[in-house]
């Protein structure tokens, strides 16, 4: 399974963005995908997840973000919507899947919250 994500940038407190991670490859084995996060000098957090049909999220996203998947024939792509960021929200996002069991990490795309 290959990941590839996109859609961070640079954004002012209260906006909004959205992340998206396509997954390509042998999609028929995915059973889970994710959204990490992880600020300089703190460990990788997990943001979303995402499992038979049933969201979970962080605590400190709950109602601001929103995550959503989209299938096609070849791909299965996530998007995190995100609003009202904030500057805490800033970090590189990461989406991981669990694919025949075996883990999977996209590249990290960069969500920088400042003013």
């Known amino acids: 399974v290959q990941l590839q994500a996109s859609g961070g940038g640079l954004v002012q407190p209260g906006e909004s963005l959205r992340v998206s991670c396509t997954a390509s490859?042998?999609?028929?084995?995915?059973?889970?995908m994710a959204w990490y996060r992880q600020a300089p000098g703190k460990e990788r957090e997990l943001v979303a997840g995402l499992t038979r049909g049933i969201t979970s999220y962080l605590d400190s996203v709950k109602g601001r973000f929103t995550m959503s998947r989209n299938n096609t024939k070849d791909t299965v792509t996530v998007y995190l919507q995100m609003t009202n960021l904030k500057p805490e929200d800033t970090a590189v996002y990461y989406c991981?899947?669990?694919?025949?069991?075996?883990?999977?990490w996209g590249q990290g795309t960069l969500v920088t919250v400042s003013s």
């Open positions: 991981k899947t669990i694919a025949g069991g075996k883990i999977y």
């Open positions: 490859g042998s999609i028929f084995s995915i059973h889970v």
